[in-house]
Nanobody, 119 residues
Framework: QVHLVESGGGSVQAGGSLRLSCAAS????????MGWFRQAPGKEREFVAR???????RYADSVKGRFTISRDNTTNKIYLQMDSVKFEDTAIYYC?????????????WGQGTQVTVSS
């Protein structure tokens, strides 16, 4: 059973930067697709970014060019570098991973970390 713990959330002014971290335990991390999602108040959870076991990354159009996802297989962590943040980036950010290696459906979630962007 995987355990995901996010950290690094907080308050930031528009145009600023923030770096989120997610620590994963309980599995052979390097074989798993990992992702970030977010949920703003009154909205559904939405995809932000994913990084495959190969290191290839994909982004939602709303964050492309501003956010960068990365992974460190030696420490079992992924990161989300958030630059040029906007008010609409305010949300709870969740780390996620599939149940099985080399698959794509996200099924395990962390508890989330709050990001608040002020103008």
């Amino acid at each position: 059973q995987v355990h995901l713990v996010e950290s690094g959330g907080g308050s930031v002014q528009a145009g600023g930067s923030l770096r989120l971290s997610c620590a994963a335990s309980g599995r052979n991390f390097r074989n798993y697709n990992m992702g970030w999602f977010r949920q703003a108040p009154g909205k559904e959870r939405e995809f932000v970014a994913r990084i495959y076991w190969s290191g290839t990354a994909r982004y939602a159009d709303s964050v492309k060019g501003r956010f960068t996802i990365s992974r460190d297989n030696t420490t079992n962590k992924i990161y989300l570098q958030m630059d040029s943040v906007k008010f609409e980036d305010t949300a709870i950010y969740y780390c996620a991973t599939p149940e099985r290696p080399f698959t794509y459906e996200f099924a395990s979630w962390g508890q989330g970390t709050q990001v608040t962007v002020s103008s």
